[in-house]
Antibody, heavy 122, light 107 residues
Framework: EVQLVESGGALVQPGGSLRLSCAAS????????MTWVRQAPGRGLEWVAS????????YYVDSVKGRFTISRDNTKNSLYLQMNSLRGEDTAVYYC???????????????WGQGTLVTVSS | EVVLTQSPATLSLSPGERATLSCRAS??????LAWYQQKPGQAPRLLIY???NRATGIPARFSGSGSGTDFTLTISSLEPEDFAVYFC?????????FGGGTKVENK
């Protein structure tokens, strides 16, 4: 069974840092692009970042460029999101996701993890 | 950046009724559009990809149509489990973006 389990969410002060993790199981992790999507409380979905299978290509939404870094460790079947200089508007549930097995393009998402909550507040 | 505008924001319908949800793109996204369903406290679930292809396991009452800038998600006859929020998403260019969502509520 494919599983994506996020962790690392917490309450952090503005300007602080946090590292999120996504543990993958049930599939060959190194074969898939991986993506982070976030959802502010009561709001819609926002794509945050994506990374190619070998980590050689990364893509970010403008609002996090220079502050967030997506990375992966294929030997540990894990995806990461290093978040620096956090702001109140970064408060959200952060989901990791990948494409379905039956779709070749990496930018449709299913399954998703259950999400981890990041709260940026003093 | 492609802006996706969903309408209406809320749709109040009864079980058995037909639901028609709209997603309009600020520029052409060809057929590179998907629809997701999200229930409270849950992660989104892919319903439709490439505008009209049903994801695996999605019931036939869900259908998608459109191309270019105008897209529609239709639920032919609402079941109790279909009351949820629906989001559209494009993949035509970076950044990927989502629409603001349509809540389908039980009237």
């Amino acid at each position: 069974e494919v599983q994506l389990v996020e962790s690392g969410g917490a309450l952090v002060q503005p300007g602080g840092s946090l590292r999120l993790s996504c543990a993958a199981s049930g599939f060959t992790f190194s074969n898939y692009w991986m993506t982070w999507v976030r959802q502010a409380p009561g709001r819609g979905l926002e794509w945050v970042a994506s990374i190619k299978q070998d980590g050689g290509g990364t893509y970010y939404v403008d609002s996090v460029k220079g502050r967030f870094t997506i990375s992966r460790d294929n030997t540990k079947n894990s995806l990461y999101l290093q978040m620096n200089s956090l702001r109140g508007e970064d408060t959200a549930v952060y989901y990791c996701a990948r494409r379905p097995d039956y779709i070749s393009h990496p930018n449709w998402f299913d399954p998703w993890g259950q999400g981890t909550l990041v709260t940026v507040s003093s | 950046e492609v802006v996706l505008t969903q309408s209406p924001a809320t749709l109040s319908l009864s079980p058995g009724e037909r639901a028609t949800l709209s997603c309009r793109a600020s520029q052409s996204v060809s057929n590179y559009l998907a629809w997701y369903q999200q229930k409270p406290g849950q992660a989104p679930r892919l319903l439709i990809y490439d505008a009209s292809n049903r994801a695996t396991g999605i019931p036939a009452r869900f259908s998608g149509s459109g191309s270019g800038t105008d897209f529609t998600l239709t639920i032919s006859s609402l079941e109790p489990e279909d009351f949820a929020v629906y989001f559209c998403q494009h993949r035509s260019s970076w950044p990927l973006t989502f629409g603001g969502g349509t809540k389908v509520e039980n009237k």
